[in-house]
C-alpha cells in the first residue's frame, strides 16, 4: 500500500489525484515560521532559556503572569531579530511597540501572548531559495516579528497524544517566555506542480540560515523551530485567492512537503465534489495526513493592543549597521565554495550536508586536519555512531578538534585506523581527549621489526599453502598472512610494515 493510501485510509478524507489538482488549480502558500532564538535567557524575565529541565523548574512571577510582575526585554533577543532580518534582506523598523494577544489557552499562563502586531521588527524582505536542480527560488518575506512561547501541554490517554480522548493534561511552564521570531512569507504563487518541494526547501534554506546566524538550534524535533503551513487552491482562471486552511506545528522538513500535498489534493477533492474549503487550523500526523483543528481565528478576535508594560522597541541606525557586518556568508553559498575548494562531486556534499557534516568537516579542518580524513571521519564511522545512538551527528560527545587530533596521531604513525576508531570510540564513551584514550588502552603500533618479523615468521610457519603461493608469485595472498599478524598483534602493527616484511621473507 503507497503512503498516499495509507493516509488516505487514515484520515478518512477523499484525496484527488495530484495531477488532477494541478492540471485544474493554482496552489498558494503561505509559511509561518516559528524560531525558538538560543538565547540564555528568556524574552521578559531572567529565567534560565534551556531546553529538557524539570517540568515548571524555569519560571517565576513574569512568565508565570503572576499580578504586580512586570516584563523587561531581552536585548539579545533583540539583537537576534534585527540579525534575522538583515539576513532575510528585510527593512529594519526604526520604531516599533509590543502588543498583546489576548486569548484563553492553558499553555499561556498569562492569557495573553506579548507579540508584535502591526509593528514588527523587520518587514518586506526576500529569501533566493536553492532547489535540487541547481535553480533558486525567491520568496518573499512579509515580516519578521518578535513574540514569546507558550508552555507546553502534555495530554495523558489518549492515542494520538492531543487532548481528544486523554484523561489527563500536564502543564509545563518552562517554555512560557522563551524568546520566539516569527517569519511570515507573503503568498507564494506559480508554483504549479513544484509546491510541496519549494516549502520543503524553504524551510530547510531557513533553518541553514539560522544555523549560521547561531541565533538557535533549530532543532525541528525540538520544537525550536517549527512550521505552519497554509495552503490553498484556486481555480485556474479566477481571479481571487481561494480559503486556506493552516497546518499548525508541522515538525520535520519531509513533513512540511507532505503535508502540503496532503492539503492540496484534500482540498481539490472538497472543491471537486462542489464542497466549501473551510478557514481552519489543521494538525498534521506522521501517517502523513491532517486533520480538522478549530476554526481559524481572525486578528480582530485576537483583540490586539499595545502592551502598556514595555517601551517601544527603537534599535539605532549605528546598531542595525554594527550587527550588519555580523551576517555571514550564505549557507548554500558557502558550501558550493567549499565543495571546489575540496574538489568534490555534488554527489558526495549533498550526502556531507544530509547527515549534517558539512560545518562538523570544515571545524575539523580549520584544526589542522587534512580535508579527505576530516570527511572520512565526519561522513562514514561518526555518521553511523550516530545512527546507533540515534543522536543528530552534531550532538555526539566528541568536537572537531578531537577528531583532528586523532588525525594526527594516525598521520604520525602513533596509531592505525583500526586503533584509531578504538580511541574515537573511547572519546565517544567519555574517557578522556584521544592521547588518554589511546595510553589507557594500551594502543601503541608496534614499531620493533624484531617483534614483528617474529610474528610474521609463526603466521608463515602455520600456514605452508599460504606462504608457497606468495613463493610462487601471488602475491595478494600475503593478505592472509598479513591478517593473522594483524590479529596477534592485535592491530598494533603497522600493516604496511608487515606486509614489506611477508614479502621480503617469502622472496
Known amino acids: ?24 488549480y493554482k ?4 509559511l509561518e515560521v516559528h524560531v525558538e532564538l538560543s538565547t540564555a535567557t528568556k524574552m521578559f524575565c531572567g529565567c534560565a532559556n534551556e531546553f529538557g529541565a524539570e517540568p515548571n ?12 510582575s512586570l516584563p523587561v526585554l531581552n536585548e539579545a533577543a533583540v539583537e537576534s531579530a534585527i540579525r534575522i532580518g538583515l539576513a532575510l534582506n528585510c527593512e529594519i523598523a526604526p520604531w516599533g511597540r509590543f502588543a498583546r494577544k489576548n486569548y484563553f489557552y492553558p499553555d499561556q499562563p498569562k492569557n495573553y501572548q506579548i507579540s508584535q502586531y502591526d509593528e514588527p521588527i523587520a518587514i518586506d524582505g526576500y529569501l533566493d531559495v536553492p532547489l535540487d536542480d541547481g535553480s533558486t527560488w525567491r520568496v518573499a518575506i512579509e515580516r519578521a516579528h518578535m513574540e514569546e512561547d507558550t508552555g ?7 492515542d494520538t497524544g492531543r487532548i481528544a480522548g486523554a484523561t489527563t493534561s500536564l502543564a509545563d511552564y518552562n517554555r512560557a517566555g522563551v524568546p520566539l521570531i516569527e517569519i511570515v512569507t507573503k503568498p507564494i ?12 526547501a524553504y524551510v530547510t534554506a531557513l533553518r541553514d540560515l539560522l544555523r549560521a546566524l547561531d541565533v538557535s538550534d533549530v532543532r525541528m524535533d ?22 486556506r486552511t493552516e497546518t499548525k506545528n508541522v515538525n520535520s522538513l519531509k513533513s512540511v512537503e507532505v503535508a502540503v500535498r496532503y492539503e492540496m489534493r484534500r482540498q481539490g477533492a472538497v472543491l471537486e465534489s462542489g464542497g466549501r474549503v473551510i478557514q481552519e487550523t489543521r494538525h498534521f500526523h506522521e501517517d502523513g495526513y491532517t486533520s480538522a483543528g478549530r476554526t481559524k481565528e481572525t486578528a480582530e478576535d485576537y483583540r490586539y493592543f499595545p502592551e502598556p508594560d514595555l517601551e517601544p522597541v527603537a534599535p539605532s541606525r549605528e546598531l542595525v549597521d554594527r550587527l550588519r557586518t555580523t551576517i555571514p556568508e550564505l549557507p548554500w553559498l558557502r558550501r558550493k565554495r567549499i565543495q571546489q575548494e575540496w574538489g568534490i562531486s555534488d554527489e558526495v556534499m549533498r550526502d556531507l550536508v ?18 579527505e580524513q576530516a570527511r572520512a571521519w565526519w561522513g562514514n564511522f561518526l555518521v553511523q555512531k550516530a ?42 564513551a567519555g574517557e578522556g581527549e584521544p592521547e588518554q584514550v589511546m595510553t589507557a588502552r594500551g594502543l601503541v603500533v608496534v614499531r620493533d621489526d624484531s617483534l614483528i618479523q617474529a610474528a610474521v615468521d609463526e603466521a608463515l610457519a602455520a600456514n605452508p599453502d599460504v606462504a608457497e603461493k606468495i613463493r610462487g608469485g601471488k602475491v595478494q595472498a600475503a593478505g592472509a598472512i598479513v591478517g593473522a599478524v594483524m590479529k596477534a598483534t592485535k592491530g598494533q602493527a603497522d600493516a604496511a610494515r608487515v606486509r614489506e616484511l611477508v614479502l621480503a621473507a617469502c622472496s
Open 57 to 68: 523548574t524555569q519560571v517565576c512571577p513574569v512568565c508565570l503572569g503572576l499580578p504586580g
Open 387 to 428: 545512527n546507533e545512538a540515534g543522536l543528530e551527528l552534531e550532538a555526539l560527545p566528541i568536537t572537531p578538534a578531537q577528531v583532528a587530533a586523532v588525525v594526527g596521531l594516525v598521520d604520525s604513525g602513533k596509531l592505525t585506523t583500526k586503533m584509531a576508531r578504538q580511541v574515537v570510540e573511547g572519546v565517544l
Open 152 to 158: 507546553k501541554l502534555t495530554h495523558l490517554g489518549s
Open 1 to 24: 500500500m503507497t503512503s498516499a493510501a495509507s493516509a488516505m485510509m487514515a484520515s478518512g478524507a477523499e484525496l484527488l489525484d495530484y495531477d488532477d489538482v494541478i492540471a485544474r
Open 222 to 243: 525540538q520544537g525550536s523551530m517549527r512550521c505552519d503551513a497554509n495552503v490553498s487552491l484556486k481555480p485556474k482562471g479566477a481571479g481571487e485567492f481561494g480559503i
Open 354 to 371: 544530509n547527515a549534517g557534516a558539512v560545518d562538523l568537516v570544515i571545524a575539523t579542518v580549520d584544526q589542522g586536519a587534512p580535508s
Open 189 to 200: 504563487e506559480h508554483t504549479g506542480e513544484r509546491a510541496p518541494e519549494i516549502a520543503r
Open 27 to 30: 496552489p498558494v502558500l503561505g
